[in-house]
């Protein structure tokens, strides 16, 4: 009778201490992939060109007095600091896209289950970064003047869209000359352009 009374005790026992080990192990683990992340991230942040343009010029001119737009008091030129400011918004813009597209085939790998919840959660910090980067644009943006806060992303989507376009521009005369080099090794004729179609 004694027995039948510490057996489901000790299997409930056995069950705990198991969990325990296991919720400790993951939670370790799970601390130690974020730890990597925020170190890798921290030393991309490091050669962040743009963040890191905007930031010198930004120090430079906290050193010295604010003034109007057109003041002397403005040791780095305003627009200076605007374009390095536009620019740093474009490279966020680039990474939000760089980023959606990366959740759309996370999305399809969990689904069939080729990878486990933590790269969701490494996602899902890469993406909070991303927000923090845009709210610290924001209020940079509305140092200038408060409209340009509002104005400042939808400048840096067209800037993104233009170079889209021009990369695709550019890549057509790649994709011609290749097409061509493989029509010439088929042995078939080549019709040049004419300079007025070039």
């Known amino acids: 009778m004694a027995l039948s009374i510490?057996?489901?005790?000790?299997?409930?026992?056995?069950?705990?201490?198991?969990?325990?080990?296991?919720?400790k192990v993951?939670?370790?683990?799970?601390?130690?992939?974020?730890?990597?992340?925020?170190?890798?991230?921290?030393?991309?942040?490091?050669?962040?060109?743009e963040r890191a343009i905007y930031n010198t010029l930004a120090d430079v001119q906290e050193e010295f007095?604010?003034?109007?737009?057109?003041?002397?008091?403005?040791?780095?030129?305003?627009?200076?600091?605007?374009?390095?400011?536009?620019?740093?918004?474009?490279?966020?813009l680039?990474?939000?896209?760089?980023?959606?597209?990366?959740?759309?085939?996370?999305?399809?790998?969990?689904?069939?289950?080729?990878v486990g919840d933590d790269a969701a959660v490494l996602l899902e910090t890469m993406d909070n970064d991303i927000r923090k980067e845009v709210m610290a644009i924001v209020r940079e943006a509305g140092r200038f003047d408060q409209s340009w806060s509002k104005l400042i992303f939808q400048s840096a989507n067209e800037i993104v869209a233009n170079l889209r376009y021009r990369d695709i521009l550019l890549d057509i005369g790649k994709q011609r000359e290749e097409e061509a080099a493989k029509t010439r090794q088929m042995g078939l004729p080549v019709r040049e352009m004419s300079a007025s179609t070039k």
């Open 6 to 23: 510490f057996v489901p005790i000790a299997y409930i026992a056995t069950l705990f201490a198991a969990l325990a080990a296991f919720s």
């Open 94 to 114: 680039k990474s939000m896209n760089d980023l959606r597209s990366d959740k759309q085939a996370l999305a399809t790998l969990l689904e069939r289950g080729s």
């Open 26 to 49: 993951y939670r370790r683990r799970e601390t130690r992939r974020l730890q990597e992340y925020q170190e890798s991230s921290n030393a991309k942040n490091e050669v962040n060109a």
């Open 65 to 92: 007095p604010d003034g109007g737009a057109d003041d002397s008091g403005w040791v780095v030129p305003r627009a200076t600091l605007q374009g390095a400011l536009l620019a740093r918004a474009v490279n966020v």
